[in-house]
């Protein structure tokens, strides 16, 4: 299992928690002939195991974080009768939050039910960083089954907490359209910076 340095994340949830930061440390070495900044980065153990997964595809690494994931969650299961992913917001070959939300349901016996679903493409957040614009992008971009979430105690998974933006507006679908009975989140990084 990876080491686990545990941090709240805020939000209109009942509790949050990110399992780690992401990055330890960023330097920004120059440009590239290419153009692009380059930086020389550490990151804590779990955020590298997830940037092995989520950005070169290396499926190897999500064992270790589903097992981390897992042995956290196991004390804390009875608060929760379903686990939801948030939607992916871009294609790739594997789907790490899938993934992951796959195998720590499995590990932890909590049913896996991914009835949050995008009503068009989704633009990234990454790069928005005004407040305003965020939701702008956000609105409407997710629709919930009811019959799936109504009276459902939740806990609502995501790989990567930046801004939260996305997951808030989740968590409201869950609790109004979805007449959840409760949302908890848990992610298993965080940014250092909320951007």
């Not at 005004?130 to 629709?143: D, S, T, V």
């Not at 869950?174 to 909320?194: C, D, F, N, P, Y």
Request: aromatic residues 6%; proline residues 3%.
């Amino acid at each position: 299992m990876a080491a686990t340095n545990r941090q709240r994340i805020y939000g209109n949830w009942v509790s949050g928690l990110a399992l780690d930061v992401h990055t330890v440390s960023s330097v920004h070495l120059g440009i590239n002939e290419f153009g692009h900044d380059v930086f020389d980065t550490t990151r804590s153990e779990l955020g590298e195991l997830l940037y092995r997964l989520k950005y070169r595809g290396d499926k190897s690494a999500a064992q270790e974080i589903i097992d981390t994931a897992a042995a956290f969650l196991e004390r804390h299961r009875s608060k929760f009768d379903i686990l939801i992913p948030v939607p992916p917001s871009g294609a790739r070959a594997v789907q790490p939050v899938i993934l992951l939300a796959t195998g720590i349901g499995a590990a932890v016996r909590l049913p896996v039910i991914e009835c949050v679903t995008v009503t068009r493409s989704a633009m990234p957040l990454k790069g928005v960083m005004e407040r305003e614009k965020r939701a702008e992008l956000l609105a409407g971009l997710h629709k919930v089954d009811s019959s799936q979430t109504q009276g459902k105690n939740i806990l609502l998974f995501d790989d990567l907490f930046r801004s939260g933006a996305t997951m808030n507006a989740i968590t409201d679908l869950l609790m109004q359209e979805g007449k959840a009975a409760s949302v908890r989140a848990l992610t298993i990084t965080r940014t250092r910076s909320h951007q």
